[in-house]
T-cell receptor, first 115, second 111 residues
Framework: EPEVTQTPSHQVTQMGQEVILRCVPISNHLYFYWYRQILGQKVEFLVSFYNNEISEKSEIFDDQFSVERPDGSNFTLKIRSTKLEDSAMYFC?????????????FGPGTRLTVT | EDQVTQSPEALRLQEGESSSLNCSYTVSGLRGLFWYRQDPGKGPEFLFTLYSAGEEKEKERLKATLTKKESFLHITAPKPEDSATYLCAVPFSGGYNKLIFGAGTRLAVHP
């Protein structure tokens, strides 16, 4: 069964450093997303991406964050100058189209720890 | 304001003891309500999509139903492997992409 994959599974970084989280969405999907989940809190939407541009973003997704689809398979989230409060699980998701009845398929997540 | 509220926060059941989880939502123009299962340290796993009041979906011991203001996830004769956090989510008003999640119900099923 096709699945979304994410690397690394765990990333530890020092405050102020830049990190890049990587995702490989399901191959025939056209919409890509990033969510985050701070420990013990709700899953929160960060950004959606379609046709090589951001289609929607939340207030969390400020200038510190950027997304890119550098090639035909990868989808990345870059966090510049990380802060302690960026520590969270970051989930990539993809869907065949917007409003797809199969929903958004989530990857296993990258646990980001900022020290 | 768009909002998703789930209850109870946590639920402990004996194996075989059926129960229901609730998800209430306030959003304009519902474009689907999604149920996910999340195991500790893992990503949400898609279970069901419901679109209109009266709709029901079933998968093994799980049945999801939808009304105009809430959804229920009924668990019939649960087994320990059903233990997980169950999340519901709806698309933000006016869009399809941004999912708003509830805080989830942590279900523990004991033998």
């Amino acid at each position: 069964e096709p699945e979304v994959t994410q690397t690394p599974s765990h990333q530890v970084t020092q405050m102020g450093q830049e990190v890049i989280l990587r995702c490989v969405p399901i191959s025939n999907h056209l919409y890509f997303y990033w969510y985050r989940q701070i420990l013990g809190q709700k899953v929160e939407f960060l950004v959606s991406f379609y046709n090589n541009e951001i289609s929607e973003k939340s207030e969390i997704f400020d200038d510190q964050f950027s997304v890119e689809r550098p090639d035909g398979s990868n989808f990345t989230l870059k966090i510049r100058s990380t802060k302690l409060e960026d520590s969270a699980m970051y989930f990539c998701a993809s869907s065949e189209w917007k409003g797809s009845p199969e929903g958004q398929y989530f990857g296993p997540g990258t646990r980001l720890t900022v020290t | 304001e768009d909002q998703v509220t789930q209850s109870p926060e946590a639920l402990r059941l004996q194996e075989g003891e059926s129960s229901s989880l609730n998800c209430s939502y306030t959003v304009s123009g519902l474009r689907g309500l999604f149920w996910y299962r999340q195991d500790p340290g893992k990503g949400p796993e898609f279970l069901f999509t419901l679109y209109s009041a009266g709709e029901e979906k079933e998968k093994e011991r799980l049945k999801a139903t939808l009304t105009k203001k809430e959804s229920f996830l009924h668990i019939t004769a649960p087994k320990p492997e059903d233990s997980a956090t169950y999340l519901c989510a709806v698309p933000f008003s006016g869009g399809y992409n941004k999912l708003i999640f509830g805080a989830g119900t942590r279900l523990a099923v004991h033998p």
